[in-house]
């Protein structure tokens, strides 16, 4: 092989690993509900922040996450566009936007539903895009 062949398929490597990276699926979409569009799950479901989450923790665990199951990511994923990975007092990773993390609400039971929003004296929100 040559210099300039063997620097042509290095670059060529380089290039389909990072292609991967750069169209990485979003976390969650955008659904149109009775309050306009929101984040939802890859399921339409409504995503939903909690206000007693603070500096990308969850305060929610327990009987709580049973409720608002989390929107759980992988050790392997990665934080972009707003997105960001945090870990659970459990070890497992949620993902969250803009710092929040995510949650949907056991008692939505089709896409488009948003009967959480409000819920706990107002302490849970639609999450927006």
Not at 21 to 40: E, M, W
Not at 59 to 67: E, L
């Amino acid at each position: 092989m040559t210099t300039s062949s063997i620097r042509l398929a290095l670059t060529l490597a380089i290039s389909l690993a990072i292609v991967p990276a750069a169209f990485a699926a979003s976390p969650a979409k955008t659904g149109k509900t009775d309050k306009g569009n929101v984040l939802t799950d890859a399921k339409g479901m409504s995503l939903y922040t909690f206000d007693k989450d603070a500096d990308g923790k969850s305060a929610c665990n327990g009987p709580c996450a049973t409720n608002w199951p989390v929107l759980k990511a992988e050790a392997s994923d990665a934080a972009a566009d707003g997105y960001t990975v945090i870990t659970r007092d459990d070890g497992s990773k949620q993902w969250a936007y803009k710092g929040k993390p995510l949650y949907t609400f056991a008692k939505d039971t089709k896409p488009g539903d948003i009967t959480g929003d409000g819920f706990l004296n107002g302490a849970w929100h639609l999450a927006m895009p």
